[in-house]
């Protein structure tokens, strides 16, 4: 993973004076609200960029900015953050999924700050009007099994990756963001369905895309809010038997606690955060089932336990 530094106001303009320079795109994107601008000389990143968010009019002031950029002088996947002015710096990145992650982190921040709305690193689908959400460490299983669901045609998608919630009186309300997702090529020798989304040579050297899924499942099922009533933690552990387990929501939230909230993309870690996250998963928790499931089968043998515990169809 990349490294997050916080810098100062004074290092953050610094950097700007730097870097105006070179700055050849610059594009405001709309991130649930939030106005995030990018700002980078590389046109592979500024194309996934564009192909990913939303845009957003060039009158709108921006609420957050993301400078990506090469630099010899900074590590590998080196990232500086200035929380005052809600200003990143990316140095050095050749992974578009960790640039758009730390996008929506960014929004996230402001989000959480100033609007009571917190950020979830998993998938989120509605299916037949109730909302699903997968969440689990890197590897763990959440986007195969996400769009393992949408074989069924009552399942629709908020996102794959990442979506915002908030407490809306005795709900709480999952939202998504992007236009695309960014998909893994292995997903069309999992799930056949998917075969031919994306042209083989535009598949980035991480074998990644961003794809318009709409292609494969239809306009109509991707949603971009839904009710949360399903949360299922994955993890994968060929040393623990147990396939299934519910959670109460004291454990659950020491889990979330314990893992970093599933999310290695926070920019900001300190008593005030962990008290307005705490707050928000103490809500989420009491008002969704959670379920631990561990995915160290195939992905079909996952998929099955999961519409089991979702009440969709096998076979579909």
């Known amino acids: 993973m990349y490294t997050i530094s916080l810098i100062s106001p004074e290092d953050k303009e610094t950097l700007v004076q730097c870097l105006s320079p070179r700055v050849r795109y610059e594009i405001k994107s ?23 968010f939303y845009s957003m009019s060039q009158n709108v002031r921006s609420h957050g900015r993301l400078y990506v950029f090469d630099d010899p002088a900074y590590p590998m996947d080196t990232v500086l953050f200035e929380p005052v002015s809600k200003t990143a710096f990316l140095y050095n990145f050749r992974y578009y999924g960790w640039v758009k992650s730390l996008a929506l982190s960014l929004a996230g921040d402001v989000l959480e700050d100033e609007h009571g ?47 915002f919630s908030r407490v809306f009186g005795p709900e709480i309300l999952a939202y998504g963001s992007e236009k695309n997702f960014y998909i893994r090529q292995d997903l069309e020798t999992i799930w056949k369905e998917f075969e031919g989304l994306v042209k083989e040579g535009d598949y980035d050297g991480e074998g990644r895309a961003v794809a318009d899924i709409r292609w494969i499942i239809g306009k109509g099922r991707i949603l971009p809010l839904t009710t ?5 933690i994955l993890k994968r552990d060929v040393e623990d038997r147990n396939t299934v387990q519910t959670l109460n929501p004291e454990v659950a939230l020491k889990m979330f606690e314990d893992n970093h909230y599933f999310n290695p993309h926070i920019l900001v870690n300190n008593p005030y955060k962990k008290a307005i996250r705490t707050r928000y998963l103490t809500e989420l928790l009491n008002r969704t089932t959670v379920y631990l499931v561990n995915t160290t089968g195939t992905p079909a043998e996952t998929q099955r336990m999961i519409r089991s515990l979702a009440a969709v169809p096998q076979g579909l």
């Open 228 to 232: 949360l009533r399903i949360i299922i």
């Open 117 to 163: 709305i917190f950020s979830i690193h998993g998938a989120c689908v509605d299916i037949a009007g109730a909302g699903l959400c997968l969440i689990g460490a890197s590897g763990a299983g959440k986007t195969t099994q996400t769009y393992g669901l949408l074989k069924y045609p009552h399942t629709r998608i908020v996102c794959d990756d990442w979506f």
């Open 30 to 52: 709309e991130i649930y609200g939030c106005c995030i601008k990018f700002l980078s000389e590389d046109v592979v990143m500024k194309e996934a960029w564009q192909e990913n």
